[in-house]
């Protein structure tokens, strides 16, 4: 009986030590863990966020799309209407045109170009609505909107930059569909210099690349892929569009593409029975498409 009693004695003496080398040791990684409480406290605002906005929290986030997760905007602080902006009539219905109508009729939209842009510039001084204008398309379009800030970027660890530009987009697909909105992005990407600093230079080639779909999986658009009426002159259009370049034609076509859209839905109603594209539709989409390559260039932001 003293044996097994000893025994027992000393399993019950090392299950006690074990139990408390486990919870010292956990406790010494908590408080040696410079970043513990700040996960703590971002795993705290994302959960309250998530309820505010209505969105899942089965969907799993790491480390990094969570402190990029806190910078989503709800309820009031998405409550622009496009009655509350004036003087920018013209730049509205632009918007409508180009982000609103390709969300409405992605059901029915049976091209690849009938999608909305993958980025829009608002230029101008401060005080004059840019910021308002976005809000007021995420609210109209129904999506989710991310107020990002550019220093919530930076990190002291090496590669943590890139591993939170690259939170950004996943993010954004998780919850798509999602309004990125970059205020002050000339400080942000402004062209590249020699002097950069290693880890701003491979932050900003990661950022463009992930914006740009560099590594996407979507087939490539050709303007072949859409119906042209048989009065389209492809040559006069290729004279028009001396200088573009291959981004910039493929966006005169999906512009081209959604006016001929737009005219199908004020005609019909739907687009079950959408017109081939007419030679007016990529006429009025290339002047309009140099018109504000023009501003932008005048304003410095070629």
């Known amino acids: 009986m003293t044996d097994r009693a000893e025994v027992i004695s000393l399993c019950i003496r090392l299950a006690a030590a074990a139990a408390l080398s486990f919870f010292t040791v956990r406790y010494m990684v908590k408080f040696l863990d410079p970043h513990y409480a700040t996960r703590e406290e971002t795993k705290k605002r994302v959960a309250q966020l998530f309820r505010e906005l209505g969105l899942s929290e089965s969907i799993e986030l790491n480390e990094h799309e969570m402190r990029i997760a806190t910078q989503f905007v709800g309820g009031e602080d998405v409550g622009a209407e496009w009655s509350d902006i004036g003087g920018c009539d013209e730049l509205i219905a632009d918007l409508k045109d180009r982000v609103i109508l390709p969300l409405q009729i992605a059901a029915e939209a049976d091209c690849p170009l009938l999608c909305p842009p993958k980025g829009i510039l608002l230029y101008g001084p401060p005080g004059c609505g840019k910021t308002l204008l976005a809000k007021a398309v995420a609210r109209a379009a129904g999506c989710r909107f991310i107020n990002l800030q550019v220093s919530n970027l930076t990190d002291k660890w090496y590669g943590e930059s890139q591993k939170l530009a690259a939170a950004v987009f996943s993010v954004a697909q998780k919850f798509q569909p999602t309004i990125i909105f970059i205020d002050e992005i000339d400080s942000f990407l402004r062209d590249r210099q020699a002097n950069d600093h290693e880890a701003t230079a491979m932050m900003k080639a990661q950022f463009m690349s992930l914006w740009d779909g560099f590594s996407s999986t979507n087939d490539q658009v050709i303007l072949r892929e859409e119906r042209l009426a048989d009065d389209v002159d492809l040559q006069k259009i290729a004279a028009m569009g001396v200088g573009l370049s291959g981004s910039d034609l493929k966006e005169v076509c999906r ?45 410095g932001l070629d």
Do not use: C, F, W
């Open 255 to 299: 512009l081209a593409v959604l006016a001929r859209a737009k005219a199908t839905l004020a005609d019909q109603g739907s687009l079950k029975n959408r017109q081939p594209i007419q030679s007016d539709d990529l006429e009025h989409a290339l002047m309009k498409y140099s018109r504000a390559y023009q501003q932008m260039t005048e304003h």
